[in-house]
T-cell receptor, first 110, second 113 residues
Framework: EAQVTQNPRYLITVTGKKLTVTCSQNMNHEYMSWYRQDPGLGLRQIYYSMNVEVTDKGDVPEGYKVSRKEKRNFPLILESPSPNQTSLYFC?????????FGQGTRLTVV | KQEVTQIPAALSVPEGENLVLNCSFTDSAIYNLQWFRQDPGKGLTSLLLIQSSQREQTSGRLNASLDKSSGRSTLYIAASQPGDSATYLCAVGRRTGGFKTIFGAGTRLFVKA
């Protein structure tokens, strides 16, 4: 079954404590991306990756890092989380122009 | 800067009604436009994808149209059902300045039985 798997699904953390949200796909897609979703703002693209070792900023990259060392994984790293990064995060892959989304990670930074 | 707007923000209709959701975008230089459905607490499911060279796509009771020149897309849902209740998002893909996808804020639909 084609899947995009994010972990964890829920996370509560404290300001400044580094965290990583993992994303893994089993579809061998080259293009992957991270989004955050906030009420009234819709989904905003944080970072995307066109292939292994190729990453680029989306519209709201500040405070985030990503890496793409292998095709199937695309982790999102928050080096020093702040309360304004409390949000619902989605990882997605693309086959051509069709997008496949993970189930989301709800992050709360206190 | 590309902006995507969806109107209305919320919609409540009785079961069986045909309805139209609207999406507008400010920059007509798009690569594609995609409609998604999002159920509470879940991820996004792709409904329809329209390439920039196309004018419409259909899937079952859903029909999406695209008018690039006017910066508009509509999602038509025929004979709505309570199971259609969800948030519907449109997203514009562009390739200038990198491959990016820009979403609207969504329309929350409630279909009453």
């Amino acid at each position: 079954e084609a899947q995009v798997t994010q972990n964890p699904r829920y996370l509560i953390t404290v300001t400044g404590k580094k965290l990583t949200v993992t994303c893994s796909q089993n579809m061998n897609h080259e293009y992957m991306s991270w989004y955050r979703q906030d009420p009234g703002l819709g989904l905003r693209q944080i970072y995307y990756s066109m292939n292994v070792e190729v990453t680029d900023k989306g519209d709201v990259p500040e405070g985030y890092k990503v890496s793409r060392k292998e095709k199937r994984n695309f982790p999102l790293i928050l080096e020093s989380p702040s309360p304004n990064q409390t949000s619902l995060y989605f990882c997605a892959t693309h086959r051509g122009t069709e997008a496949f989304f993970g189930q989301g990670t709800r992050l709360t930074v206190v | 800067k590309q902006e995507v707007t969806q109107i209305p923000a919320a919609l409540s209709v009785p079961e069986g009604e045909n309805l139209v959701l609207n999406c507008s975008f400010t920059d007509s230089a798009i690569y594609n436009l995609q409609w998604f459905r999002q159920d509470p607490g879940k991820g996004l499911t792709s409904l329809l994808l329209i390439q920039s060279s196309q004018r419409e796509q259909t899937s079952g009771r859903l029909n999406a149209s695209l008018d690039k020149s006017s910066g508009r897309s509509t999602l038509y849902i025929a004979a709505s059902q309570p199971g259609d209740s969800a948030t519907y998002l449109c997203a514009v893909g562009r390739r200038t300045g990198g491959f990016k996808t820009i979403f609207g804020a969504g329309t929350r639909l409630f279909v009453k039985a």
